[in-house]
């Protein structure tokens, strides 16, 4: 039942940052304060929400849920806990949420960032960065879903790419997203 939290706290953070896309833009552009007031609470709230996700997902990998068709995929009961870790992000499935969850905290330093800055160009760089994260998180939720189910749940998982059984991997993709 927890992997049905994280798949809810996508929608949710999709839903979110729909709404910073546009109600921020269309505020700047009609001079609506109220609409430009929404950017920075669509974009905690869309931070919370892809963190929430992510956090279940992890736990998924932690306690060996090979009811999630993408832990059965990439990892086992004999891995490691760091490279279970690791796997979070070994896949497909994972490194877009790695990715939406980067750009979400981006989103958010930006968000904090620029209250010095005018409402109305605030309101649009933050839309921008919303319009990025609809996208992002559309794109993993219809495509590349990392909550899918298997049925029956297997025995077992495979194992995480022996590539990607390394030290370095631990960090390595992080710091890539990260820049």
Known sequence: MIPEFG???LVL????SVSQAVLPLVGAHSGRSDFMALARPTAAGQFVFVALAYVVLT???LADDFSVRYVAQNSNTELPTAYKFAAVWGGHEGSLLLWSMILAVWTLAVAAASRAQPAMFASRVIGVLGIVSAGVL???IFTSNPFDRLIPAAFEGNDLNPLLQDPAMVAHPPMLYVG
Do not use: H, R, W
């Not at 953070?13 to 979110?16: F, I, S, V, W």
């Open 13 to 16: 953070a999709l839903c979110l």
């Open 138 to 140: 559309a794109f993993t």
């Open 7 to 9: 798949q809810f706290a």
């Open 59 to 61: 736990q998924a990998f």
